[in-house]
């Protein structure tokens, strides 16, 4: 952030708020048209170096964030809307505090400081050009429409049977290995969670790629199933790994769980009981497919719209906001050698992608 407001920032008084996700908000009054106000905001967000993460037609939301150690963090999302001339500015905290310390409400009065001082830099006349200028841009104006588009790849089939495969294998081979490591008592809760959600994720990606295979629903089943076929796997490996290295007078598989639901959860000293491991079991199970889910939705948006050239998706997008229908834009696109179904459809898989990028940049 610019110096001047950072020495800005520290002039402004604190509200404190406590809460499990603590957030302040204000709102005034003002003059400007809407279109006004969303350029006059998207300046200030500029100014201020906060990400803008969302736009809809009544609302922006951007993130500020802060460098530590070489790495990006997000400490605060702020949302200012426009309704009527009345504008409401509410910066949350994203992190894990109950007290922010004052720091959403310096966040949105410091909004408020850059936001009126650019506004009063603008006359009656300059104020219309800029509400043309948002309008025009809104529009898509300025987009010069091409007389041709790269070329489609070449239609491929979508197959399921690669993600399966993939997951399978990889549930399989991750199954043996934590069960090795369980076996030391070195198994870290949350760390292994995520390395087994994004291991499982990632082999999904690999399985989309060699199968093309985007259907969202059905993926999301392959990696609940994965997840599953992990957690029995575990087990069974740990079954099998106990008798070989004990002289263990044989027992099955069931009698073996029966056996460790009965001696329960040792956590350090301290027997939590068959209650215990059975909620560790959940909680395990729970956070894994978490941590595969939001890495899978992910690694599929990226697929998805990197499979489509930026020039195609822009083409399409522009006649959509130009209020043209599904039926339309396919129409355009084959006049532009898009005709095939397969690959119109993934031009459209794109734009939800996009869309779906723009969503998970909020709540992330």
């Not at 990006?72 to 922010?100: A, C, F, H, P, R």
């Not at 390395?195 to 392959?222: E, H, M, Q, V, W």
């Not at 990226?302 to 599904?326: C, L, M, N, Q, W």
């Amino acid at each position: 952030m610019n110096p001047k407001f950072k020495e800005i920032e520290k002039q402004i008084k604190k509200t404190h708020k406590f809460a499990f996700t603590p957030k302040y908000k204000t709102e005034f009054h003002t003059q400007l048209s809407d279109k006004a106000f969303f350029a006059i905001t998207n300046q200030t967000f500029e100014k201020l170096d906060w990400d803008i993460v969302y736009v809809d037609e009544y609302s922006i939301e951007a993130k500020r964030k802060v460098k530590s150690l070489g790495m990006t963090q997000y400490t605060e999302s702020i949302i200012v809307s426009y309704k009527y001339g009345n504008i409401m500015v509410k910066s949350e905290s994203l992190g894990n505090e109950i007290w922010d310390n004052g720091r959403n409400s310096k966040r949105v009065h410091l909004f408020i400081y850059i936001f009126h001082d650019i506004e009063k830099n603008y006359n009656r006349e300059e104020l219309k050009q800029l509400e043309k200028e948002q309008e025009s841009k809104d529009n898509w104006d300025n987009y010069q429409i091409p007389t041709e588009l790269p070329k489609p790849k070449s239609v491929r089939n979508q197959n399921i049977i690669f993600p399966i495969l993939v997951a399978i294998i990889t549930s399989i081979l991750l199954a043996f290995i934590i069960a090795k490591i369980s076996l030391t008592g070195k198994y870290i809760i949350f760390l292994f969670e995520f390395l087994i959600g994004l291991a499982l994720a990632f082999s999904l990606k690999l399985g989309i790629k060699l199968g093309n295979f985007t259907d969202y629903n059905k993926l999301r089943n392959i990696l609940i199933g994965s997840i599953l076929i992990f957690f029995i796997g575990n087990q069974l490996f740990q079954y099998y790994f106990i008798l070989a290295e004990n002289d263990f007078v044989r027992i099955d598989f069931f009698e073996f769980m029966k056996i460790k639901l009965e001696q329960g959860l040792i956590i350090k000293s301290l027997n939590v009981g068959s209650i215990g491991l059975i909620i560790s079991w959940i909680l395990q199970l729970g956070l894994t497919f978490i941590f595969g889910y939001l890495n899978l939705t992910r690694f599929l948006i990226s697929y998805v719209v990197k499979r489509i050239p930026t020039e195609v998706i822009d083409f399409a997008f522009f006649h959509f906001i130009k209020g043209k229908t599904e039926q339309q834009v396919r129409a355009e696109l084959a006049s532009l050698n898009w005709s095939d179904e397969q690959n119109q459809n993934e031009v459209f898989e794109a734009l939800d992608g996009i869309q779906g990028n723009n969503e998970m940049n909020r709540t992330v």
